[in-house]
DNA sequence: TAGATTGTTAATCGATTAACAATC
DNA sequence: TAGATTGTTAATCGATTAACAATC
């Protein structure tokens, strides 16, 4: 049998899975069900078992899971046991939210290097980092070899600067920039747009 | 034939497809086409006919879509002809890059009111608004008729947040915190986590 | 043991795609 | 007209769900 390949619409979810077992364990659980775990998902438990079936067997008949071991199989599946360095263009507003952003440490991230191109700010501190001339972006990747970025400038550099990411050869984008990237085949790319998902739920008001 | 209901994931491709519209019109565009938009897009074009196809004719057989025409159709579909009000809890770091973007009000979002609980913060201005206390959260909303929230506040109040946007009357909530919130049903939310779109990724890296 | 919950199968359900008649 | 592209149908493909034997 070949090694079947994964959905990608099953990845989507492990991280919801695994940020849901990281607030069970914030709770003092030990273990859970697929029940729990869907009904604070919003998902039935039958389609978690089955997710987490392409993987493995985590559970136990009877019992459920060991929250803490589904956890620390989850992360390596992710492969957010270690931490990814990760590099962020623009220090605008969003930048300035992202570099000082608490939350990326623990679940498998580090800001590993600051970019604009405003030399005013080149040169100031963004947490813990010096905010660096963008020029500088491809020497900083390749000698690092970073393969994951995040991208915060306005709309209209957006997709010179993705351009310019996947010649330093960055494999992975996450875009705050209102514009549906072109990237080759190969490099992931996630998209985040608050206007978007505002607009998926303005269809459903009534008023 | 009973109204037939059109899909969520149907809804939820609209957004993409009037961001793309507008770019082609900042381009000084006037026609396209569904290839033209799938291949923007990265979607076939076959599933953007099909999709539009839900709502009505738009285009014209043998020359396209008049990019004014759909922009105007999609816009009133998704409701954003108008702008909608929307309420902001937190200004943290996050609540400051979303209070200042310049971005919502071309695409039917108002940033109305800014609350925050920390006292040295009540009474600031933020964008162009005074930071209120949230326990005035509920008065606001309701005498103004708010139907929009985007929730920025720490993970650990967040659902607290959530209750008492629900209990205003709020039927649409955008929640960065990163955590899932239960809502009753009819309320719609949608979830940015950018840790959760980082973990969908480095899956796919090899390193 | 009795009760509970997994992992998995098969059935159902829904979404995408290919293809083409219609027609601009 | 000839060429192009829509809107739509039917076929394909894939995802979700229900159900239950296995078993802790």
Same sequence: chains 1, 2.
């Avoid at 920039?177 to 747009?193: E, R």
């Amino acid at each position: 049998m070949a090694p079947k390949s994964i959905p990608d619409i099953v990845i989507g979810r492990l991280p919801l899975y695994l940020r849901a077992l990281n607030f069970l364990t914030a709770e003092g659980r030990e273990i859970t069900s697929s029940q729990e775990l869907g009904d604070r998902l919003g998902i039935s438990s039958a389609q978690i078992r089955k997710d987490l079936s392409h993987f493995g067997e985590f559970g136990k008949q009877g019992t459920g899971y060991d929250i803490n071991y589904l956890r620390q199989q989850l992360r390596d599946i992710l492969r957010v046991e270690h931490l990814w360095d990760v590099v962020l263009i623009g220090a605008g507003d969003l930048g300035h939210a992202l570099a000082r952003y608490a939350g990326f440490t623990g679940r498998g991230f580090n800001i590993a290097a600051v970019f604009d191109n405003d030399p005013e700010k080149i040169g100031q501190t963004l947490g813990n980092q010096e905010i660096q001339d963008v020029a500088k972006l491809g020497e900083t990747v390749r000698s690092q070899g970073i393969k994951i970025a995040i991208i915060a400038v306005p709309v209209n550099s957006a997709q010179d600067v993705a351009r310019a990411l996947v010649d330093a050869g960055i494999k992975a984008i996450l875009n705050y920039a209102p514009i549906t990237l072109t990237v080759p085949s190969g490099i992931k790319v996630q998209h985040i747009d608050p206007v978007v998902h505002l607009q998926r739920m303005t269809y459903y008001l009534s008023q």
